[in-house]
């Protein structure tokens, strides 16, 4: 089993910045890719960012790309979203989530943070 536990999630005004992390903890040693989704009110649950934990590749939304930058610290077993530039379209649920399997999805999802930007 893998627990995964968001936090950093607040209120911001638009333009300002916000640091979300991931702590992850449990049989996370084989892990493949770790990414954060969001959820807004109304609308289906999106990517934002992941990256592969071995070498490090990221990926981005087109929506969020030259603004929020994913990294991961594997000494803390953490994975983090650095979010500049906020717009209130931003505003959702963030949820970290992890995968095992190259091209099959994600197994553990965490309970999400609420970030909150105001016009």
């Known amino acids: 089993q893998v627990q995964l536990v968001e936090s950093g999630g607040g209120l911001v005004q638009a333009g300002g910045s916000l640091r979300l992390s991931c702590a992850a903890s449990?049989?996370?040693?084989?892990?493949?890719?770790m990414g954060w989704f969001r959820q807004a009110p109304g609308k289906e649950r999106e990517f934002v960012a992941a990256?592969?934990?071995?070498?490090?590749?990221?990926y981005y939304a087109d929506s969020v790309k030259a603004r929020f930058a994913i990294s991961r610290d594997s000494a803390k077993n953490t994975v983090n979203l650095q979010m500049n530039t906020l717009k209130p379209e931003d505003t959702a649920v963030y949820y970290c989530?992890?995968?095992?399997?190259?091209?099959?999805?994600?197994?553990?999802w965490g309970q999400g943070t609420q970030v909150t930007v105001s016009s």
């Open positions: 989530a992890v995968g095992f399997i190259e091209g099959a999805g994600y197994d553990y």
């Open positions: 449990g049989r996370t040693f084989s892990r493949y890719i």
């Open positions: 990256i592969r934990w071995s070498g490090g590749r990221r």
